[in-house]
């Protein structure tokens, strides 16, 4: 099994700057894609941006390509997304999750461990 915690969620203003951190414990060497995804209210769960932890190749949605960063660091289990110049659009609760699967792309993948989420509101 494998645990996925989220961490760095606040309340920011437009224009400013979040990084949120997502940790990996239990059987962390069985992970090979970790992906960050959101929902806001009233809204559907969306792929937002990930990473294959082997090769740190990564993948972004539209709405968030040149503006947030996803990187992992081995040794800590963790992933994080630097997110920049956040919009009020980007207000919601930010999931991460896991999946061993080797061979799948990250956008469309079912991620097997998801975590608690996190909350991220920017206001206008």
């Known amino acids: 099994q494998v645990q996925m915690a989220e961490s760095g969620g606040g309340l920011v203003q437009a224009g400013d700057s979040l990084r949120l951190s997502c940790a990996a414990s239990?059987?962390?060497?069985?992970?090979?894609?970790v992906g960050w995804f959101r929902q806001a209210p009233g809204k559907e769960r969306e792929f937002v941006a990930g990473i294959k932890c082997r090769t740190g190749s990564t993948e972004y949605a539209e709405s968030v390509e040149g503006r947030f960063t996803i990187s992992r660091d081995n040794a800590k289990n963790t992933v994080y997304v630097q997110m920049n110049r956040l919009k009020p659009e980007d207000t919601a609760v930010y999931y991460c999750a896991a999946d061993e699967d080797p061979w799948l792309g990250l956008r469309y993948r079912r991620y097997t461990y998801w975590g608690q989420g996190t909350q991220v509101t920017v206001s206008s």
């Open positions: 239990g059987r962390t060497n069985s992970i090979y894609a």
